[in-house]
């Protein structure tokens, strides 16, 4: 990559984030409030999330916190906790209540519609900062006494930072890391729906069968956020439509999966192959560039961690990179703190992947065997890893959550 950049000139540090996702948002609004003029750089013409839901985690809740926004997460989201674990056939193999999962993980687990999350992040940012449909690429990454240069349709933009926050297929990773191999297929695809709650009721559920998970979790709004994964080829569709295709593959679990299933209409079910970041970066950054979320570090859904991580990500940058301060020695501090936390998490969502897309039967039924007998033993010894992820705190000033007991000790309360 040519240097293109010309020298910074004196005034209000300038910060791009490209690509408009919760990681990006989230990291934009962390450097507007610590001083930066921040630019959001969207391609898509509006930001329309995908219709699905999105766990929050005590981390990223304490993360949200920091910019003032947990209180208003917290009360546009779902509580999450109480059901449990659940194999193929309805066995019960771990029970938990919320009370008893947000003492053991510090916190609540809070579910809410990505849309949900997006709009409250939008509305946080400066009128001018958010440019959709515009299209960018990392021309220069910028240096020592250079401003970092970022293409689009308009002209360039010269930036004393630049975040790209731009997915999975990140063209910004690809300009500062071009020998890095990318993502990888994790085996799997995913689909994700939201329909009408059923009337009989149930109790929030994942359910672990042979080659592929089920999970019903219930919104806020009285809808119902539902998730399938199978193994499967990469690229692989369904002949007729995804619908179809999952109730041919769910329709026998237990209640109420088919029901679930029937109050979709195709078009409500989405679905996306899983890939991610076998392969951890050795760094977040390079010159002026930093990176966020899944283009620093997809992972594969098992833990719910993706969104969560990107937002500790943003947090994290604002943190280090102040303005007026020595920007390279921040992002420098950004990337120790930062890769070797998203690689363990990487990691373990992979080996929480591996353990409950078993498909030989016998292991199946091994698994879930050991699962029921560690929970009778103690609760705490299947999800003591998850605690370990969920526990991490932000730097920075208090956050509510750590001092607001309705974050810890009750449910926040219901429409």
């Known amino acids: 990559m040519a240097p293109t950049g010309k020298p910074l000139k004196p005034g209000e540090p300038h910060a791009v984030v490209v690509g408009g996702g919760i990681g990006g948002l989230t990291t934009a609004i962390a450097l507007h409030r610590s001083g930066w003029r921040v630019t959001v750089l969207e391609r898509a013409a509006s930001l329309e999330p995908v219709g699905s839901g999105i766990g929050l985690a005590p981390n990223a809740q304490r993360a949200l916190d920091v910019l003032g926004l947990g209180d208003g997460v917290r009360e546009l989201a779902a509580w999450q906790g109480a059901g449990g674990l659940r194999a193929q056939g309805g066995r019960w193999l771990v029970r938990t209540t919320a009370t008893a999962t947000a003492r053991q993980f510090g916190g609540a687990l809070v579910l809410l519609h990505r849309a949900t999350l997006v709009d409250l992040l939008v509305a946080a940012l ?7 449909g515009t299209a960018a690429r990392l021309a220069d990454p910028g240096g020592p006494g250079r401003a970092a240069v970022v293409s689009t349709p308009e002209g360039d933009i010269e930036a004393d930072l630049v975040v790209g926050a731009d997915g999975i297929d990140s063209g910004v990773r690809g300009e500062l890391f071009p020998g890095h191999p990318g993502p990888v297929y994790t085996g799997f695809t995913a689909w994700r729906l939201i329909v009408p709650a059923p009337e009989r009721p149930f109790e929030p559920h994942e359910t672990w069968g042979r080659g592929g998970v089920w999970g019903t979790q219930p919104l806020k709004d009285g809808r119902v956020y539902a998730y399938g994964t199978a193994l499967v080829p990469p690229g692989t569709r369904a002949p007729d439509d995804e619908k179809a295709e999952l109730t041919r593959r769910f329709s026998r679990w237990h209640d109420p999966i088919p029901e679930i299933i029937a109050a979709a209409r195709p078009e409500d079910v989405l679905r996306n192959d899983v890939w991610h970041m076998a392969t951890p970066l050795a760094a977040h950054h390079r010159g002026r560039v930093a990176l966020v979320g899944d283009a620093a570090h997809a992972m594969a859904p098992t833990l719910g ?13 604002a943190h280090h990179a102040r303005p ?6 921040g992002l420098a501090a950004y990337s120790v703190v930062r890769v070797p936390r998203t690689t363990a998490v990487v990691r373990r969502a992979a080996r929480t992947a591996r353990l409950n897309h078993l498909s030989h039967g016998g292991l199946v039924a091994a ?8 929970h009778r033993l103690g609760p ?7 605690s370990s992820i969920a526990d991490w705190r932000p730097p920075g000033p208090p956050y509510a959550a750590e001092t607001d007991a309705g974050a810890h000790g009750r449910e926040p309360a219901r429409r």
Request: aromatic residues 4%; negative net charge; without cysteine.
């Open 305 to 317: 961690q993706g969104g969560n991580q990107a937002i500790e990500d943003g947090v994290v940058l």
């Open 126 to 132: 400066p009128g001018e900062g958010l440019r959709t």
């Open 367 to 374: 698994r879930d065997t050991l699962m029921r007998a560690a």
């Open 324 to 329: 007026g301060g020595d920007l390279f020695a």
């Open 380 to 386: 705490n010894l299947i999800t003591r890893g998850f």
